[in-house]
């Protein structure tokens, strides 16, 4: 069974930090891995999609990593703002999981100003 | 983008009526979506898959017959929770799974407080 776990549970910086947010599965077997972002009382919006094949994927001031072999993925922000301010959900969806994503706990970042 | 549009945002109820939410997706036919359940400070909880055209497949320990899940169309889903009671209150998603390398797209989800 997938098990996906996020380090740390909560982190607080102060704003132009940057910072690594951090996800591992315990079964590599895995077609894509998805980073999203929830504020309080929203849904999930999509940050970042990584395919199984792919090492990393870029957009604006975030950058994902992936390691199958490892199994770890890891979320870099540059330059923190406080509208970074939210919770970063992994999420991995495999082999082992039919069509349903498998989610970790997630990371609640406050950015401060 | 894929966009799955859910309605509604909020809704109070009374103890014993039935809720429907409704889930949209906008740009894309989804051919399964996914109904999450949310607790304060918690992760997802996957309560059902629901293929089109077909019956909802339920997780474990989730009540079926509370818990309607109704996919006629490739663009809409529905969750009717039946006879809510106060421990039914919680923050409800949907979602759905794009093609042309989108993932998984999220409503926004739906908060439910049973009164």
Redesign the interface.
């Known amino acids: 069974k997938q098990e996906v776990t996020q380090i740390p549970a909560a982190l607080s910086v102060p704003e132009g930090e940057n910072l690594v947010l951090n996800c591992s599965f315990t079964d590599s077997a895995i077609y894509?891995l998805?980073w999203?972002r929830q504020d309080p009382?929203?849904?999930?919006?999509?940050l970042l999609?990584i395919?199984s094949s792919q090492r990393e994927q870029t957009s604006g001031r975030l950058n994902a990593s992936l390691d199958k072999s490892s199994g770890r993925s890891t979320l870099y922000i540059a330059a923190s703002q406080p509208g970074d301010s939210a919770t970063y959900?992994c999420?991995v969806?495999g082999e082992t999981s039919?069509?349903?994503?498998t989610?970790?706990?997630?990371t609640q970042l406050t950015v401060n100003p | 983008g894929a966009v799955v549009s859910?309605h509604p945002s909020w809704v109070i109820c009374k103890s014993g009526t039935s809720v429907k939410i409704e889930c949209r997706s906008l740009d894309f036919q989804a051919t399964?979506m996914?109904w999450y359940r949310q607790f304060p400070k918690?992760?997802?909880m996957?309560m059902a898959?629901s293929n089109e055209g077909s019956k909802a497949t339920y997780e474990q320990g989730v009540e079926k017959d509370k818990f309607l899940i109704n996919h006629a169309s490739l663009t809409l889903s529905t969750l009717t929770v039946t006879s809510a009671h106060p421990e039914d209150s919680s923050?409800y998603?949907c979602?759905a799974?794009s093609q042309g390398?989108?993932?998984?797209?999220?409503?926004?989800?739906t908060?439910l407080t049973v009164v």
Request: proline share 0%; no cysteine; hydrophobic share 30%.
């Open positions: 894509n998805q999203f009382g929203k849904g999930l919006t999509s999609l395919q959900l999420a969806y039919g069509s349903r994503l989610f970790g706990e997630g | 859910q399964t996914f918690q992760s997802l996957l898959t923050f998603i979602s799974r390398g989108y993932g998984y797209t999220f409503g926004s989800g908060r």
